[in-house]
């Protein structure tokens, strides 16, 4: 079973950066399809970027297009989502999730990280 541990979150102002790393414990079919989803308090969980490790294919949500970017290390088993641009409305646990797929769907994703906090002050 494939266990992710996301890293990289903490408090920012609006306009700045951060990048969120997502590490997994293992390389396999599993984790062909790395995506980040966040929710924010009182709201559902939203797809925010997804990522296929071989073709490099990538998918975004329309709110963050332009801003964030989703990458790997295939060495490191390492997704990373580099947030530019930063906007109070971001503001959200960030969750890093894999599978065999490449959707922006949650129940496409079976393994999941716990989170990690981001927090954009105006």
């Known amino acids: 079973q494939v266990q992710l541990v996301e890293s990289g979150g903490g408090v920012v102002q609006a306009g700045g950066s951060l990048r969120l790393s997502c590490a997994a414990s293992e390389r396999s079919a599993s984790n062909s399809a790395m995506a980040w989803f966040r929710q924010a308090p009182g709201k559902e969980r939203e797809f925010v970027a997804a990522d296929r490790r071989g073709d490099g294919s990538t998918y975004y949500a329309d709110s963050v297009k332009g801003r964030f970017t989703i990458s790997r290390d295939t060495v490191k088993n390492t997704v990373y989502l580099q947030m530019n641009s930063l906007k109070p409305e971001d503001t959200a646990v960030y969750y890093c999730?894999?599978?065999?797929?490449?959707?922006?769907?949650?129940?496409?994703?079976?393994?999941w990280g716990r989170g990690t906090q981001v927090t954009v002050s105006s």
């Open positions: 999730a894999s599978g065999p797929l490449l959707l922006t769907t949650m129940r496409g994703y079976p393994y």
